[in-house]
């Protein structure tokens, strides 16, 4: 089974729209969350992170994410989208202590004018 | 602010050449060091996971002798492809752990084109 998955491949917004993408882990332990942004023809910028403590967490350019381990998710959501957040979005999951990460498929956002 | 400077950007080697890429991290102390390969969908491959003073552990598909990786200190780390083909193509990506902050920082990529 994938520990994680992004179950949109593409989510297409309109400027000014609010913003949610979905990710799902499998972990029955305490997992370590990471959203990622990849924008085209770059690497890997990190949004936010996820250990313990207030389940909602803070990232950059106005980035939020909801880690719940009832239903082993760690949505990203942004209020307001802008053109320039465009990009691929990776949500990456650390379970084992060997340093292993699990990235999903990632989302492709496509924001409208 | 921790960073990783990954270089060259770009790279482009004739078939059956090899070339080295390089990930330098600042202003944190990379105790480990993954190697990934992205492919054109998108997906993450890992190619070998380094921790210092430790031995180099390498996925399936990928050896030593073909992608060997040196990590000399908690700053620095290089791979080579050795002997590229078109296979090998596609963005390589440096991720740092900062153990301090449980944090993998990545690179901007090394992307390969093989003629």
């Known amino acids: 089974a994938q520990s994680v998955t992004q179950p949109d491949a593409r989510v297409t917004v309109s400027e000014g729209a609010s913003l949610q993408l979905r990710c799902k882990y499998s972990?029955?332990?305490?997992?370590?969350l990471f959203w990622y942004v990849q924008y085209p023809r770059q690497g890997l910028q990190l949004l936010l992170k996820?250990?313990?403590?207030?389940?909602v967490v803070q990232g950059v350019n106005g980035f939020e994410a909801e880690f719940s381990k009832s239903n082993s998710s760690f949505h990203l959501r942004k209020a307001s989208v802008h053109w320039s957040d465009s990009a691929v979005y990776f949500c990456?999951?650390?379970?084992?202590?060997?340093?292993?990460?699990?990235f999903g498929d990632g989302t492709q956002l496509v924001v409208k004018p | 602010g921790a960073l990783v400077y990954q270089y060259p950007r770009r790279t482009i080697c004739k078939s059956g050449t090899s070339m080295r890429m390089e990930c330098q991290a600042v202003g944190f102390q990379a105790t480990s060091v993954a190697w990934y390969r992205q492919s054109p969908q998108k997906t993450f491959e890992l190619i070998a996971l380094s921790t210092v003073n430790s031995a180099i552990k390498y996925e399936q598909n990928f050896t030593q002798e073909k992608f060997p990786i040196s990590h000399p200190n908690l700053s620095f780390s290089s791979m080579t492809v050795l002997n590229a083909y078109l296979e090998d193509r596609g963005l390589y990506l440096c991720?740092?752990?900062?153990?301090?902050?449980?944090?993998?920082?990545f690179g901007a990529g090394t992307r390969l084109s093989v003629l």
């Open positions: 972990y029955s332990g305490t997992p370590y």
């Open positions: 991720g740092a752990r900062d153990s301090s902050q449980n944090t993998l920082y």
């Open positions: 990456v999951l650390n379970r084992d202590s060997n340093n292993r990460i699990f």
């Open positions: 996820y250990y313990s403590g207030d389940p």
